[in-house]
């Protein structure tokens, strides 16, 4: 696969970024792999964040003097940046959470609320019987919650599972997507395996039985182009720190029809038309699920985050971390006794690499490249099903992403294999 | 370098050849510990046995899974409390957490401590003194369980 690298200039990305400049553990410049946890900030969005803090600030839609307007215009442009980015048909689909958790978390609850609510939430009514289905790939952010919603409705939880090469097994899928299915949530990009699944495939079979569908995209809309009406999906969450944004804010999609008809999942200041005694009712969507005051500073660090991507341009990211991951791919080849989770070939896959060294435990391994300044993840990853399912407690992970050299690869395979030679 | 203050000779060593390790009959507690962030696990029985001055923990056995640093500190947490009177052991219990609090200044007891002196480095890396503390952590709750629910096995 080639994907068009046009002007991409790694030299000039990371004088963006200025933490890189930075040393770690006495003096050893820093080598960050671990954007899959959460990426490093440019200039433009961290200028963006004190910009508004020290010009514009003020609270939103209730401030009745010119800097209200002016934090009221920023926050709204970003929900703009956000739905054009996303191809959304408009930005009144965009829902902001405090990130892709609570993203998640605000369908499973508002699906339990519509179980003991009637109206037009009647089609997200669950009960037993009913099943929702996910992926033994899933973050525990896409588990959770399902399973709690299960828990309090009776209905069931199905699973597809993973292939022995880390790639989704849709060899049951007839059966475990079928007339009882209401919701299919699954991951785009796997934060563990890198894994890009066919959501379009999943989506399709999900929609044949009249089952909705979410995506977990925090992986995969910071690292390739990602269009909701491609993905043929009805909900589709991100988070911003994953993409060169502030922490503290998240996205939901959804289809304007569905957010219409959702009951609210928090209550509070701002998602109301009005307030009484007696009841209440709620304000039109995007604000029905926006309750109290939001992450205003974070939606300007998001909407200067999503334009530096953009300009970098995601087509140029992708074949960038295509390069790295190819080179990294065959880099960790080369050494002994060292296993992947997940594809080793670079098809439909994203650079983000989980593996394992014979003998040392994952969190050595991290602890002797943290020594030469190589910051990776070791762990479960918030994905316990997935390692049990290969087998094992934890594995060490490295991520890339557009500020990421060939060079910071080399430096990686000569630190695993330090790793060996020093538990050896 | 760096490493080295962290992985002492004596944490590789028991690290390779752990001591007390695999589970043993009798026992008067069994639990289970998980360190969350990580999935590392320990199952971790004791044994107590009557002493003329209060209980005396008379075996300590584990399994589990974890990196050279849990593994590690577990073999030599056995070493240490096993024989031990149970209040005895308890400081020492205590006395290891202090010098994992420490942050890397801690000024461990040597004759408290014996090889556990040797994870003073390890004190001053937040992300892996949940690892040193695993065994020690179950140790504690196993003792408090064998102790109250008398010695009955
Ligand atoms: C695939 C996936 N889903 C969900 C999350 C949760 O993101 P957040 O913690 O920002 O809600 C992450 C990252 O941790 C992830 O990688």
Known sequence: MTFDRAGFDVALVRKDFPILDRTVRDGRPLVYLDSANTSQKPRQVIDAMSDYYEQHNANIHRATHQLGEEATEAYEGARITAAGFLGARDETEVVFTKNISEAINLVAYSMGNASTS???????????????????????SNIVPWQLLCERTGATLRWFGVTDDGRLDLSGIDGL?????????????????????????VADAAHAVGALVLVDAAQSVPHLPVSVADLGADFVGFTAHKICGPTGIGVLWARRELLDAMPPFLGGGEMIESVAMTGSTFAQPPHKFEAGTMPIAEAVGLDAALRYVSEVGLDAIRAHEHELLTHALDGLAALDGVRILGPTDAADRGATIAFLVDDVHPHDVSQVLDAHGIAVRAGHHCARPLHLRFGVPASTRASFYLYNTTDEVDALIRGIDEAKRYFA | MQLDSMYQDIILDHYKHPHHKGLREPYDAEVHHVNPTCGDEVTLRVKLSAGADGPVVADVSYDGMGCSISQASTSVLTDLVI??????????????????????????????????????????????IKCALLGWMAWKDATAQAANGGLSR
């Open chain 1, 118 to 140: 009637g109206g037009a939430a009647e089609r997200f009514r669950l009960g037993p019987g009913d099943e929702i289905v996910i992926t033994e790939m899933e973050h525990h």
């Open chain 2, 83 to 128: 024989g031990k009177g149970v209040d005895q052991a308890m400081r020492v219990q205590e006395e290891f957490l202090t010098l994992m609090r420490s942050k890397g200044g801690g000024e461990p007891d040597e004759d408290v401590l014996e090889d556990a002196i040797a994870f003073a480095g390890v004190s001053r890396y937040p992300a892996r």
């Open chain 1, 177 to 201: 997507i079928n007339a009882r299915t209401k919701l299919v949530s699954l991951v785009h990009q796997s934060n563990v395996l890198g894994t890009v699944n066919p959501v379009r495939l």
